[in-house]
């Protein structure tokens, strides 16, 4: 069939069979490209449907250069593209709402899953930033927002290593890593801050900082370290502590607790106890001493010819 005007033929449909032998046929559209007839479709005996070129699938649209398939609708109204099966078609859609600008994803009996809005914010699971979603934006970041359940997992497989970065002005400032199964939480500058913010927190310092590891309060002499109510238990330390002061004079870098065998120097004693006990704190020390005997010889007792257990001064 050809479509012609005066005399000229501009265009046409035409059925060939896919092979001589063949009882099965394909029909072509052809236009007039050139002065040539051209064919721009083709429905073959499979009835897949080609624009363009031979069709491999149901709908097939080729073209030598960009190609481009357009649904339009009236203004502010929906463009739609149905997606199912023989018992229903409409069991997916994908809907761009001329109205509010946005493009929506919808399964399952078209509920609607995902959706790009004017600003170029994806939502999933949500419609509008608010409740149980997963939203991606320019404004708001990464916001995942999730019910009875984790918000986010991040998951690195084989070798330890960073597990996040964090970034400022795309300088990396921090990570959080795994290291022999423990979490690592770093800081590029070796400061990381525990608290509300840069005036009211703790401070933790590594030696990449400050050449020896430390922890700090954000102000001098302000934070109590537990309450009356919740005591920490027992404090392990290498050095000293500073008690009432910053200075040398306040430093208690030394406690003790011991017993030892007090004797006097003058006299010959047969004890029958001798009981000495001492706690040193610092320079000072205190003795509990409780001696008893049965005989001595010699004159006069002299009550501070005691051994002692340190050397005194």
């Known amino acids: 069939m050809a479509f012609a005007r005066q005399g000229v033929i501009y265009g046409g449909i035409k059925t060939l069979q896919d092979t001589s032998s063949d009882s099965n046929a394909s029909m072509y559209f ?15 005996s499979s009835g897949n449907v ?15 250069g960009n190609s481009t398939i357009s649904i339009t609708s009236n203004d502010g109204g929906l463009a739609t593209l149905n997606l199912g099966d023989a018992s229903d078609g409409s069991r997916g859609q994908i809907v761009y709402d001329n109205s509010n600008e ?25 419609t509008n930033g608010s409740g149980a979603g997963l939203e991606i934006s320019k404004i708001h970041g990464v916001r995942s927002t ?18 996040a970065l964090f970034r400022k002005d795309g300088s990396t400032v921090g990570s959080i890593s ?67 002061g910053t200075g040398s004079a306040n430093k208690l870098d030394d406690y003790e607790e011991g017993t ?18 001492y706690t040193k704190i610092g320079r000072q020390v205190t003795l509990n001493i409780f001696l008893k005997w049965t005989s001595r010889s010699g004159s006069g007792i002299c009550f501070f010819c005691l051994s002692f257990p340190f050397v005194t001064s």
């Open 178 to 244: 795994s290291i022999s199964g423990s979490a690592s939480y770093n800081s590029n500058s070796g400061v990381i801050y525990l608290g509300h913010n840069q005036t009211n927190h703790f401070k933790f310092l590594t030696s990449q900082a400050t050449g020896q590891p430390r922890f700090e309060p954000s102000g001098d002499n302000s934070i109590d370290i537990g309450r009356a109510a919740l005591r920490f238990k027992n404090l392990y330390l290498g050095g000293g502590v500073h008690l009432g």
């Open 102 to 126: 946005s493009l929506k994803f919808s399964t399952n009996n078209l509920q609607e899953r995902m959706r790009i809005d004017s600003s170029g914010t994806l939502l999933i699971g949500t």
């Open 30 to 44: 052809q236009t007039v490209t050139g002065g040539s007839n051209t064919t721009k479709m083709t429905i073959d």
């Open 260 to 277: 030892f065998t007090p004797t006097f120097y003058n006299g010959s004693f047969n004890y029958s106890t001798q009981d000495g006990r």
């Open 146 to 163: 999730v019910t009875n359940n984790v918000a986010a997992l991040f998951d690195r497989l084989s070798s330890d290593g960073d597990i």
């Open 50 to 64: 080609g624009i363009g070129g031979i069709s491999t699938a149901k709908f097939t649209v080729q073209n030598d």
